[in-house]
């Protein structure tokens, strides 16, 4: 099913969606795509504008180098099948303070650890300023925690994030701007943190255009694919019928009033 144009419809249709594709992607992923001691969990951070993310945890602490053999796929086997696959430019780092000491890998009181984690993009993300630099932090937060984030942003640019999501985060890491290629002005981006900086592969893609699976790193070394399209249709499915046929059709126009003469 191509990407729909999701300014169609107001933030709140777009974020029941957006519930929906979270349940989704935690029930393909606890279904046998994760390898054994990982799972997927759909929670609601209770942040000012409650963010719905999906987090990947492990029952405990894996021991040293448990990780290379500890299922999903090796990178040095398969690299990611993604358009474009870049590091930052050690010539272009912005001036930044090193906060990696100051954060914390938050686990459960039962000793779960979070070791990755997928965040869909809403439009009350990118409605404001300060809402683009909340989230682009909140990703950058994670990365130097040690968790790696896919993010998916499948909405249209705008004035507070002229490069995208992506842009926003890749700011904090490459002075170069993200250059949004014309054919693919949404972004879903993976993003695999080695300790010391992050890797992004990223899928440029557009309205009209089928998603396709993305990698979700379980440490810097193994990956397992995220099945976006088969997702993104069953929450597409459950979605009422006259806001599918809004995004498909475009929205009803209304009559216009009748005139007594």
Partial sequence: MPIHDWTRVDAGTF???????????????????????????????????????????????????????NGGVAVVEAPPHVRLNVRPDPKSRPRRSVRRGRHLVIRHISGHQVVALIEIVSPSNKDRKVHVRELAEKVVRSLEAGVHVLLLDLLPRGAYDPHGMHGAVWGHFDTRPYEVPEDGPLTLVSYAWDGQEPEAFIEPVAVGQTLIDMPLFLSPQRYVYVPLESTYLASYQGMPEFWRDVLEHGPIEEPPPSSNS
């Fill in 15 to 69: 974020h029941a969606f957006h519930t929906l594709w979270i349940g989704e992607i935690m029930k393909a992923l606890n279904a046998g795509l994760l390898p054994p001691g990982y799972y997927a969990l759909a929670e609601q951070v209770a942040t000012r504008m409650q963010t719905d993310v999906l987090t990947l945890r492990s029952p405990s602490p894996m021991p040293s180098g448990a990780e290379s053999s």
